[in-house]
């Protein structure tokens, strides 16, 4: 019973990771080249048979990898495909002054919206000037001050 449990236990554990946040990433699809597949689970671990040689690994958000598992070793680094995004050049031409007036004008508020913006109504009626006339502090000393009476009755 024992000699048959042996081929069992020879397994290679490795653990999927971003490569940039250094995170374990779950649901990472493994191939490896014995063409058994696997999971990693939530913490990114995932386990493939002794006799595998190499492995890819696949995942929505990451590039594929493949990877020699001789050379690998327990952690295996996926890059994420955000990181991948090519750079956008913006190519524009400066417009003349008449039409940047014009930008202007439109982005001015009219005196009634000017006059609502003020106002503020969604803020509400502020009761802190209230409330501080009614529970004014007491006169409070310097930090020098506090020190020199702390000292003098010690």
Known sequence: MLLLSLPALAQKRFVAADMETRKPIGGVNVTTSTLSKTVSDSLGRFAVADSCLTMVLT??????????TTEAGDTIYLLSKLMLLPDVPVFGKLKPEESLEQLNKGLRLSKQEAQLAAAKPSSGF???PLLSKLFKKKNKLSRKERLKKVLEEY
Do not use: C, F, K
């Open 126 to 128: 502020n009761i802190l």
């Open 59 to 68: 995942h929505v958000g990451y590039e594929s990898t493949l990877v020699n």
